[in-house]
C-alpha cells in the first residue's frame, strides 16, 4: 500500500466527522455548491459507471446518485472512519453507493472498469511519487475515451493560500511538501505524463482549478 497521506479530517489534531466536517468546507466555499461546479464539468450520464477517488464523507457521490439516479457510484476512500459518514448520510437519503477501503494508488477494480473518475481536493494531500501512482491507476481504471475530471489547488503566488496550508500544517491536515507540487503549477506535466490528455476547464475557484481529463 502506499503512503497516501489522506486521513480523517482533523483540527487540532482531533479527529471531526459531520457535521463539522461538512459544514466547515461549506462556509469556505469547498463543499456542496463546489461540488455541484463539479458535477457540471464532468456530466456524468444515465447509465454510467462513475468513481469517486478519495471520496471524504461522499458529498460529490451523494450529489451525483441523487441528480442521475440511474448513474453507477463508487467512492474509495483510505479512512474507514470517514466511510462510515458517508455511508450513513447516503444511507439517510436511501442512495445505492458503495464506498470502498482503498487509497488512490491501488484500487480493488478491474482495468477499463468506469467511464468517469472524479478526485476533488485530494492531490494536494499526496506526495509527488503518489500523485504519480494515483494518476497511472486512475488511467488503468477508466474505460478507453473515459473522462477524468480532477480538481484542486493550482499554480499560485497567493500569500492567503500558502499561509492557509502552513496552517492547516500546525493543525495536523496539510503538508506544504505535498502541496508544493500543486502551487509550482506541475499537475498538469504530472497528468500528461501518465498519458491523458487534459486542458484546463472552467474558472478557478477560491484557488482551485479543474482539469479534464481524456484516456486517449
Known sequence: MSDQTIGQPKILGVGIYMPVYDVAADLIGLGRNFQAKVY????????????????????????AKSVEPKLTI????????????????ANRKKLDIKFIASTAQDMPFPTNS??????SL???HMSTTDKRAALKEIWRVLKPGGRFLLSDFG??????LKTSIRFGELLGFESMNC??????????DLISEAKFSVETVASR??????????KS
Request: aromatic share 10%; net charge positive.
Open 40 to 63: 457540471r464539468l464532468l456530466q456524468p450520464q444515465r447509465g454510467e459507471i462513475v468513481l469517486d477517488v478519495a471520496s471524504g464523507t461522499g458529498t460529490f457521490a451523494i450529489l
Open 74 to 89: 463508487m467512492g474509495v476512500e483510505p479512512d474507514t472512519k470517514i466511510i462510515s459518514v458517508a455511508n450513513k448520510k
Open 205 to 214: 475557484h477560491r484557488g482551485v482549478e479543474f482539469w479534464l481529463c481524456t
Open 155 to 160: 499554480k499560485s503566488k497567493s500569500f492567503w
Open 122 to 124: 485530494a492531490f494536494h
Open 179 to 188: 502541496a508544493k507540487d500543486n502551487l509550482e503549477g506541475r499537475i498538469p
Open 114 to 119: 468506469f467511464d468517469a473518475v472524479n478526485s
